[in-house]
């Protein structure tokens, strides 16, 4: 059984960092994409980044781009997300979803998904 932990939200002030952290379990990090998605309220959820370690593809929403980056961290098999310069906009509930469909241009959530970290950016 897939299941998708993520930690690391809270309050920030605009351009400040922050890392978020998506725990998996059931599901091998270095066999299949892993990405992360984000809903602000009154929105849609979006992709924000998603990572295919197997093939070394990347992708960013281009609102994110230069400022967030995916890795994978292979021991713990979990997936992080590195935000900087973090503006008012970027303020939302972000979700990790496991084997998403993925190329460098797009990125497709599938029916895996965890249950959300808030990530408020306010003055």
């Known amino acids: 059984q897939v299941q998708l932990v993520e930690s690391g939200g809270g309050l920030v002030q605009p351009g400040d960092s922050l890392i978020l952290s998506c725990a998996v379990s059931?599901?091998?990090?270095?066999?299949?994409?892993i990405g992360w998605f984000r809903q602000a309220p009154g929105k849609a959820r979006e992709a924000v980044s998603c990572l295919n370690s197997r093939g070394r593809i990347t992708y960013y929403a281009d609102s994110v781009k230069g400022r967030f980056t995916i890795f994978p961290d292979s021991a713990k098999n979990a997936v992080n997300l590195h935000m900087s310069n973090l503006k008012p906009e970027d303020t939302a509930v972000y979700y990790c979803t496991a084997d998403p469909a993925m190329s460098r241009h797009y990125c497709i959530g599938s029916d895996y998904w965890g249950q959300g970290t808030q990530v408020t950016v306010s003055s």
């Open positions: 059931g599901f091998t990090l270095n066999d299949h994409p």
